[in-house]
């Protein structure tokens, strides 16, 4: 099925995919499977998105590995056998390579190329795409699968660049490995990837210094080996499995608790507790009571909980209360999960700097410089790792380059956040989907993305079998599904704080970047979308058909 037509407007490609992650190289997969000529350009020297630039030590899934892989190919999912239920990146990254190859997919893929304009030709009812290798591609469709957390943020510090150590954010961390024998090292932050690196590099470092704005609700990872027999049971459970993630409200295959906190009895809740404790990374999440999100009270029981279980861990009773946060309860920010990230700090050769205390004023030539009470106080360090986030959501897309009808840039359009259908699209912006961007939903990412790459790919056949060469989302629609987001917005107690609304980014304007309604929302909303004729788009004929 090709929309590629002759005459001026002719195109190089029906659809240029922009991202080399798990979300582009299933966009590719589907795309030429439908028959569309496509073609996939990413930045990065090599497949894998998130997992070609975070090789941090101790980078690894916080999705069960098997839940995290491609479900479109039985074969592929009984040849792939995941080591651990929470794979480390080396294996996720030869994983991507792997289904790559195995369906061929390297042949339309451009690697070291960075898109960083893309215009739409409204005459021609295409984008035309520019790399910072000076070559222009025409296509019909553009797609970006550009990612949520593909814009590492460094704080702008005073001094930066004149440290003459070792420095590296997590995200963009250089294939070498970083050798951390008998080194100070600082790391940065502690959300999901800074206490993932801690108790990584602790056996090797001479000393290590935690540097933490926010305390986050950390919880433990249980990551184990994936034995033969669970091998075979995941084999025989495929169809089960597919089914289960396929629909599933998180994307994870963990049982659902239709209980609320005080259904039970406290010594009946405390129980319950120390199970979540036990259990595997997000199902402290998805398997609590239903109404933790919902409850205060459920809410402080279960921090509470944890707080108890840090005292525990911690023996230095100040360093345990730092380590408890108290600017906001479990799900307000993403929680991580970790291996042994408190027990590192009983550990003489770790101390934790608290920046609300003691700001950081400046990075030197030799180390970080805070403000204690007492003046300015430098520690010296070999490497900083900055594990300071990302810019959630639209960061990617904002710096593409786009430009859509009428001259208009993506970056003026969403000035105040962004708004979208589906988290797919954007009125003005026509012909460009970006699965996987703002107002996705939060869980276990391929699942969703697989989804919206499934109805990018439907609705571009939809378009191609009634003869449509343009598809723009309505008005309407564009303006119902964005105050959907907006109004759950206002309810939720999920992702309050940081990323997700972009209150980690100096100047970003403050908007919720997830489809609050979740995945079941995109399901209705798609079901409604379908059932009425695509209506919800205005969908018409290129300027050489309108001629035909
Ligand atoms: C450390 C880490 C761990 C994570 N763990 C999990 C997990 O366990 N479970 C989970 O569900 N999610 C996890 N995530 C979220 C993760 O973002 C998604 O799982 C997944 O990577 C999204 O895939 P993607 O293909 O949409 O985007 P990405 O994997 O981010 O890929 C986007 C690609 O687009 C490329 N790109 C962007 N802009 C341009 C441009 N202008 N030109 C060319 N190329 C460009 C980037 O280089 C990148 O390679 C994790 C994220 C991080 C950072």
Redesign the pocket.
């Known amino acids: 099925m090709s929309s590629t037509n002759g005459g001026a407007s002719a195109t190089d490609v029906d659809v240029l995919i ?8 299933y966009q590719l997969h589907r795309a030429r499977e439908e028959g569309f000529s496509a073609l996939l ?4 020297d090599g497949v ?7 090789r941090y030590p101790g ?5 069960e590995s098997y839940t ?1 892989g491609y479900l479109f190919s039985e074969e592929l999912f009984d040849e792939w056998e995941w080591s651990e239920h ?1 794979a480390g ?1 080396p294996e996720t990254e030869r994983y991507l390579n792997h289904v790559v190859d195995k369906f061929d997919l390297r042949r339309d893929m451009h690697f070291g ?4 304009g893309a215009l739409y030709d409204e005459a021609n009812g295409t984008w035309v795409v520019t ?1 910072d290798d000076d070559n222009e591609t025409r296509c019909r469709f553009l797609i ?8 590492p943020y460094t704080p702008d510090i005073e001094g930066r660049e004149s440290f003459r150590g070792v420095q590296h954010h ?2 963009l961390w250089p294939e070498e490995p970083v050798d951390f024998r008998g080194k100070r090292v600082a790391i940065v932050g502690t959300s ?2 800074g206490v993932q690196v801690l108790p990584t590099i602790l056996p090797d470092v001479a000393s290590v210094t935690v540097y933490q704005r926010t305390a986050n609700w950390c919880t433990p990872l249980n990551n184990r080996p994936i034995t033969d027999e669970e091998q075979a049971e995941l084999r025989a459970g495929f169809e089960q499995l597919r089914e289960t993630l396929n629909t599933s409200r998180s ?1 994870f295959a963990h049982p659902v608790n239709a209980k609320n906190a005080f259904d039970d009895s406290p010594e009946a809740r405390q129980a319950f507790y120390t199970e979540l404790w036990n259990s595997p990374g997000f199902m402290k999440l998805t398997y609590n009571y239903q109404d933790l999100l919902f409850n205060e009270q459920a809410n402080r029981e279960w921090c509470d909980f944890i707080a108890g279980k840090i005292r525990e861990l911690v023996h230095d009773p100040a360093t345990a209360e730092k380590l408890i946060p108290t600017d906001h309860g479990f799900g307000g920010k993403r929680p991580p999960f970790v291996i042994g990230y408190f027990e590192a700090f009983n550990d003489p050769k770790v101390s934790l700097v608290d920046l609300r205390e003691t700001p950081m004023v400046r990075v030197t030539e030799t180390g970080i410089e805070t403000q204690g009470e007492s003046g300015e106080e430098l520690r010296e360090f070999d490497i900083i790792v900055w594990a300071t986030g ?1 810019d959630f959501g639209t960061g ?1 897309l904002n ?2 380059g786009i430009i859509g009808r009428d001259g208009r840039a993506l970056t003026e359009h969403w000035a105040d956040g962004p708004t979208t259908f589906l988290g797919l699209q954007t009125r003005g912006f026509p012909n460009l989907f970006f ?2 961007g703002p107002h996705a939903a939060a ?4 699942r969703y ?1 697989g989804d919206l790459v499934d109805i990018v790919t439907d609705t571009l056949v939809y378009a191609t079998e009634h003869g449509f060469d343009v598809i723009e989302v309505s008005a309407d629609s564009e303006e119902r599904w964005t105050r959907m987001v907006d109004k759950g917005a206002a309810a939720t107690t999920f992702g309050t704080i940081g990323q997700y609304v972009g209150s980690n980014i100096p100047g970003k304007p403050r908007r919720y970047l997830l489809n609050t309604g979740g995945r079941l929302k995109l399901f209705e909303i798609r079901a409604d979308v379908v059932a009425n004729d695509y209506k919800a788009y205005e969908m018409s004929k290129g300027p050489d058909r309108r001629s035909l």
């Open positions: 922009v991202g080399a992650g798990i979300t582009g190289i350009l990413e930045a990065g894998g998105g998130c997992w070609f630039w975070n980078c690894r899934f916080d999705s995290y929470f990146q190329v960075r898109v960083t790399t970006a699968a550009t990612g949520v957390l593909s814009v997590t995200g999901s990837s994307g990302f990617a710096r593409m699965p996987g869980g276990n990412n391929p993305n």
